[in-house]
Structure formats: C-alpha cells, structure tokens
C-alpha cells in the first residue's frame, strides 16, 4: 500500500525557514511526480511545487517567487520542499501527493490524477 508521510511543520515567524519533508513507501516502480500543495482554512487546495523521479524536473507556482526549493532523493523517496522567506499567508496545511507515470512536465498533472495523498503538516507563520 502507498503511503506518504509528511513531517517537518510547524509554527514560524515572519521571514523564517522551515523544511517539509514528503516520505512515501509501499510501491516499487520508479517512475512517478510528487506534488506539493497547501489549502489554508477556507480556501481551495493549490498547487506548490512538483517534481519528477525520471529526470528530477522541478516546477513552482509564481507565488513561490523563488522562496521555495524542492527536491528529491530518490533512494529513499523521500521530496523535501525547502520553505523561506515565509509570510503570514503561507499559512495552511501542506500535504504531498503522488501520480504514478512518467513526465517531464509535472505542473501538467491535476489535482484529480495525484492518486496518493499525505495527511497534511500544518505550517502557521505569525507575523
């Protein structure tokens, strides 16, 4: 069974870092996306970040505006999405999600396909 685990939030303050960290198990082909998204109390889930476990291609939302890094080490499954620069409104729950295939346009796949999800970390930045 697919499992993703996300970990590493937390409460931060305006202008700090935090590091999330995506763990997935339970399958063993190698070709798949990791997807980042947010959803912040009363608003739609939206799409971070993505990257590729083929050739490792990495895409971002333009609210990142370059403050978010993500990567992957794929010996462990394990994507990590590198947060800085963090403002109040990048408050919400992160998860991970998972789409099984190969790409190298990872934005491509919607939130429909993403077939696994993470429970969710929630990251609260006080201003």
């Known amino acids: 069974e697919v499992q993703l685990v996300e970990s590493g939030g937390g409460l931060v303050q305006t202008g700090g870092s935090l590091r999330l960290s995506c763990q997935a198990s339970g399958f063993t082909f190698d070709d798949y996306a990791i997807g980042w998204f947010r959803q912040a109390p009363g608003r739609e889930r939206e799409w971070i970040s993505c990257i590729s476990s083929n050739d490792l291609s990495t895409y971002s939302a333009d609210f990142v505006e370059g403050r978010f890094d993500i990567s992957s080490d794929n010996a462990v499954k394990t994507v990590h999405l590198r947060m800085s620069s963090l403002k109040p409104e990048d408050t919400a729950i992160y998860s991970?999600?998972?789409?099984?295939?190969?790409?190298?346009?990872?934005?491509?796949?919607?939130?429909?396909?993403?077939?696994y999800w993470g429970q969710g970390t929630q990251v609260t930045v006080s201003s």
């Open 96 to 115: 991970c999600a998972l789409w099984q295939g190969v790409t190298r346009w990872c934005p491509r796949i919607t939130l429909d396909e993403y077939t």
